[in-house]
């Protein structure tokens, strides 16, 4: 009977799609627990395949090709220790999201999701059958148990483990990042150790993947819920975990436990993480934004160069007659404190070509919202020329405020490719440009330092469409707007509830009427990092047609 068990795991960074590529970074991770005397090597959740690979998975030829590569996979790591990937598995006609143990050259288990989570950003009923719950497998002599994902949700896959004899458990995760969320992994994986006694691994990847980015924060728990070692969030990396048998049972020896970062600090590592990841996965390597000598384009830009490095980004100022001499001034400096290429296109012809072409049609009427969007459906269209013959992908710089009551024009500043600060509210974007300017990491490829001038942060927010213009002309002041949305979008509380909150119920029934009529502008706005509970995508599926307005409270 062996008293040592040697478990490598392996927090990666897989590529929805890629079966080749994901099969390399497989071999890869196994040839590094070989060398290291492991008895298994762990990959995560659907790591053949990538993850979440939505409507991919029903294509048969896609699956079979999965299943094609993990069977190769098998035959290849015949000479060593046992790996553990997760890939899709067809079993009765019926497709699962299941998890290969592959051993000797063979296959020698395949676990199948029992709990499929069917809320926020997934829709597994949709795509995969639960299965049974299975009982551990064998390596080297230890039973293992695996829940996959949302199986550790729950208690009833773990106890049932533990009841048939498992030793250890192993969960292979894709669980994306929201606020929180390691600590609430924390809570509920220390309820399933105190549950069954067992030491516990929670494995899961990183990585951006469209909307979502997954953030590892991998964990090993010993019995009792002693937290024994905490993997870095965000970051790939190998770690070997030694696992001994004493007289109470099976322990893992104490490894290195990485803090993991404040939200301010997450958030950010996560908008640089996802959109370095849309952009390398997508084929791009080169990014371009409007610089407006605003709050938001700043922090994009600051995104931007800290996930591309400043050699690959493009930022360009777009002055009509109406932009000030400051907010020029400002992004000059914004540009060059982050030492990116900074060009300026005014748009002052175009828009007088435009305005001399419409003349007849538009002859008898009052200039209003109509000739302020011309302006930014102008600078859309110099940037996606820019885009298209550079083949440096557009960046959009809306934050959540703006994108929730549609302060934001369709087809002009809501072009672009990706938007890493699609989930940020405004408030939090002030918090989130004083965080970069005081601090920086070895992950970061921009400079450290001052990259968003100070007179960005305090100056007051204006789209500069019209002559002496300030968001708060149109809005209320954002610290209000946002604490209005956060009752509205995250916690769903009625018009009632918020007004009794102190909030005026007119300025509320302002914000919901513009919240709900925005929702076709956000249909089609482009995808952006996930980093809140309710970002508005799939965490919030509304109608574009709703006449419904809450009169609660009336």
């Known amino acids: 009977m062996t008293d040592t068990f040697r478990l490598m795991l392996a927090q990666l960074n897989p590529v929805v799609g890629d079966i080749a590529g994901n099969l390399d970074r497989a071999r890869t991770a196994w040839d590094a627990g070989r060398k290291a005397g492991a008895d298994m090597v762990a990959l995560t959740e659907m790591f053949i395949t990538g993850y979440q690979t939505q409507d991919l998975i029903l294509k048969p030829a896609f699956v079979r090709a999965a299943v094609a590569a993990v069977e190769a996979l098998a035959a290849e790591c015949a000479d060593g220790p046992a790996l553990g990937v997760g890939g899709p598995v067809v079993m009765g006609g019926r497709l699962y999201n299941g998890y290969y143990v592959l051993q000797g050259g063979r296959i020698s288990a395949r676990v199948l999701k029992h709990h499929l989570p069917n809320d926020a ?16 497998y064998v390596v080297n002599g230890v039973r293992i148990g695996t829940p996959i994902c949302e199986d550790a949700w729950h208690p009833d896959v773990a106890e049932t483990l533990a009841e048939t004899g498992a030793e250890i458990l192993l969960i292979p995760n894709g669980s994306p990042y929201h606020r929180g969320k390691p ?72 490894g290195e436990i990485h803090d993991i970062p404040p939200i301010g600090e997450a958030d950010y590592r996560a908008c640089v993480l996802a959109l370095g990841d849309y952009m390398r996965k997508t084929g791009f390597k080169k990014a371009l934004l409007g610089l407006s000598g605003g709050i938001d384009s700043a922090i994009v830009a600051a995104m931007a160069v800290d996930a591309l490095g400043p050699e690959n980004v493009r930022c360009v100022m777009l002055p009509s007659e109406f932009t000030s001499q400051e907010s020029l001034d400002l992004a000059t400096a914004a540009a060059k404190a982050l030492g990116c290429r900074y060009d300026s296109v005014p748009i002052s012809g175009a828009q007088e070509a435009v305005g001399d072409a419409l003349a ?115 809005l209320p002041p954002y610290e209000v707007l946002d604490a209005i949305l956060e009752g509205l979008v995250e916690k769903e509380l009625s018009v009632a509830e918020i007004v009794a909150q102190g909030f005026d119920r007119a300025t509320v029934k302002k914000v919901e009427h513009l919240l709900y009529l925005a929702e076709y502008k956000r249909f089609q706005s482009a995808p952006g990092v996930r980093l809140t509970q309710k970002a508005l995508w799939l965490d919030r599926r509304y109608p574009i047609v709703n006449r419904w307005r809450d009169d609660s409270g009336a």
């Open 121 to 136: 950003v997934f829709d597994e009923k949709r795509i995969f059958t639960s299965a049974d719950v299975h009982g551990p």
């Open 360 to 474: 007849p049609l538009f002859a008898g009427t009052e200039p209003g919202i109509t000739e302020e969007n011309i302006q930014s459906r102008l600078r859309g269209v110099m940037l996606m020329a820019l885009s298209n013959k550079f083949g440096e992908m557009l960046l959009t710089t809306g934050n959540k405020s703006e994108m929730a009551v549609g302060y934001c024009t369709i087809y002009g500043d809501m072009n672009g490719g990706y938007n890493p600060v699609k989930d940020m509210y405004k408030t939090r974007m002030f918090l989130t440009a004083r965080w970069r300017n005081e601090h920086h990491r070895p992950w970061m490829k921009g400079p450290a330092g001052e990259v968003i001038p100070a007179r960005i942060i305090d100056r007051p927010p204006s789209a500069e469409l019209r002559a002496n213009q300030r968001d708060d002309d149109s």
């Open 183 to 254: 600590n609430l992994r924390l809570n509920l994986m220390v309820s399933r150790v105190v549950e069954t006694g067992l030491p516990l691994v929670y494995l899961n990847m990183v990585g951006g993947q469209d909307d979502q980015v997954f953030d590892g924060s991998s964990m090993v728990l010993n019995p009792g819920g002693r937290l024994m070692a905490q993997l870095p969030q965000f970051d790939e990396t190998l770690v070997l975990v030694t696992f001994r048998r004493g007289a109470e049972g099976w322990e893992a020896d104490p």
